[in-house]
């Protein structure tokens, strides 16, 4: 999430924007206090700390309020039902593939090794946290459509991508 804000401010200095005003409004503080605290969740997963993952559906609920916020003060209808059209496809996409692997989303690290985040062990105890992310493999349908895209201290799948564009377009 923390990227799509910050380059969401990249290509708004890009396109010569001031970005000041912006910082005015304490609606946008919420979100770099939710960016911050989902950075903190991922970093503490890179520590160990597993049991932080049944805390990731409050910071659903709180992303969804935060936006939902921001749209409505703002009058930014037309990114918000964008972002929301994102969101669908987005969770679609996401459920196509777990439907494909038995309600399971399959998870490819690369990067997340050399950095530490996760180790080969860490999916052997996966199921006790985590009862949605498996280790992706060979066999693994719709590949393409799993987490795939590795970040070194998160990994998104196409699909959140797309649930996440609403942080760029409401920001932008």
């Known amino acids: 999430m923390i990227e799509a804000f910050l380059l969401a401010l990249l290509v708004a200095k890009i396109r010569k924007y001031r970005l000041a005003p912006l910082f005015r409004e304490w609606p946008v503080y919420l979100v770099i206090i939710l960016a911050l ?70 998870v490819f690290p690369s990067i997340s090794y050399i950095t530490g985040y996760i180790n080969p062990e860490t999916f052997k105890n996966m199921e006790k946290y985590d009862d949605i992310h498996i280790q992706g493999s060979s066999s693994t349908k719709l590949a393409i459509l799993a987490d795939k895209i590795d970040l070194g201290y998160t990994m998104l799948s196409i699909g959140d991508v797309f649930i996440v564009s609403i942080v760029f377009l409401t920001i932008y």
């Open 37 to 106: 605290i989902h950075l903190y969740m991922n970093f503490s997963i890179f520590q160990g700390n597993m049991d932080i993952i049944k805390y990731s559906s409050v910071i659903r609920i709180a992303f969804a309020l935060i936006f939902g916020i921001l749209i409505f003060k703002y009058n930014l209808y037309k990114a918000g039902f964008l972002g929301v059209a994102f969101i669908a496809l987005g969770g679609i996409l996401n459920n196509i593939v777990m439907k494909a692997n038995g309600g399971r989303m399959p």
